[in-house]
């Protein structure tokens, strides 16, 4: 296998391999707080709540009716 092939194999690997990566979210809230996510928040239909990571990485529970709206971050 020749050096260009394999930068070829090795860019295509790396695309699959982001390809499966997160994508972040901007969670707005009524009283327009926004938190930007790591993914695409989760919602419990027991307890009616959102569950999500910031990007910081601290876990954040908001009751789905403080939520304005969900979309995808930039």
Do not use: H, W
Request: glycine share 8%; net charge positive.
């Amino acid at each position: 296998m020749n050096v260009k092939n394999l930068g070829l194999l090795l860019a295509t690997l790396s695309a699959l391999a982001l390809a499966g990566c997160a994508s972040p979210t901007v969670v707005t809230l009524q009283n327009g707080t926004q938190y930007l996510t790591r993914d695409q928040p989760k919602t419990k239909s027991a307890d009616g709540f959102y569950e999500f990571q910031d990007i910081s990485g601290k876990t954040i529970r908001v009751k789905a009716d403080d939520v304005a709206t969900v979309r995808p971050g930039k």
